[in-house]
T-cell receptor
């Protein structure tokens, strides 16, 4: 089976802009979770989607949002970018909601200037 | 919020040596997982633990779910250069809750 894919792999944006990141889960996996990874804060959970519904949410401002499509693909959006949003954004998929055996994609490296 | 304390933060060892790292929490956790992350890649699941006292191996890796449910250990035997990377513990303290990650242990192996 192909692994989790994320696009784009690298992105440079300017403060105030908005960005959309995409994630395709492993075939057959219905749950997608998003994480932000920074050197200072480590890996932090953003949200989880299962069957097109947000199942769980981390402690991030409303500028961070996501959605999941009927084919389980997911997108994450960050509006009004701030310098502190520079990070590696990781997507992980699992077979069903609430499964902790998550398989990560390679991430999207976002740089905000 | 809940936090995991992972130690050590970094390790420099000789090829062939055994490695041990651990994760502790002030709260009881229901699930413990161990991941490894290589540079430029996402974390890869190594071992998942679901019951207190559970001991699980994956090749040269062995992990244990502590009896108190507040800690977990990962051991790597006979380390090799490809073991280099950052190892993360992750845990869940309530059913259906989110995964919480430790800060990671960076492992360097000298050939």
């Amino acid at each position: 089976k192909a692994g989790v894919t994320q696009t784009p792999r690298y992105l440079i944006k300017t403060r105030g802009q908005q960005v959309t990141l995409s994630c395709s889960p492993i075939s057959g996996h219905r749950s997608v979770s998003w994480y932000q990874q920074t050197p200072g804060q480590g890996l932090q959970f953003l949200f989880e989607y299962f069957s097109e519904t947000q199942r769980n949410k981390g402690n991030f401002p409303g500028r961070f949002s996501g959605r999941q499509f009927s084919n389980s693909r997911s997108e994450m959006n960050v509006s009004t970018l701030e310098l502190g949003d520079s990070a590696l954004y990781l997507c992980a998929s699992s077979e069903f909601g609430g499964s902790y055996e998550q398989y990560f994609g390679p991430g999207t490296r976002l740089t905000v200037t | 919020g809940q936090q995991l304390n992972q130690s050590p933060q970094s390790m420099f060892i000789q090829e062939g040596e055994d490695v041990s790292m651990n994760c502790t929490s002030s709260s009881i956790f229901n699930t413990w997982l161990w991941y490894k992350q290589d540079p430029g890649e996402g974390p890869v699941l190594l071992i998942a633990l679901y019951k207190a006292g559970e001991l699980t191996s994956n090749g040269r890796l062995t992990a244990q779910f502590g009896i108190t449910r507040k800690d977990s250990f990962l051991n790597i035997s006979a380390s090799i250069p490809s073991d280099v990377g950052i190892y993360f513990c992750a845990g869940v303290y309530n059913q259906g809750g989110k995964l919480i990650f430790g800060q990671g242990t960076e492992l360097s192996v000298k050939p």
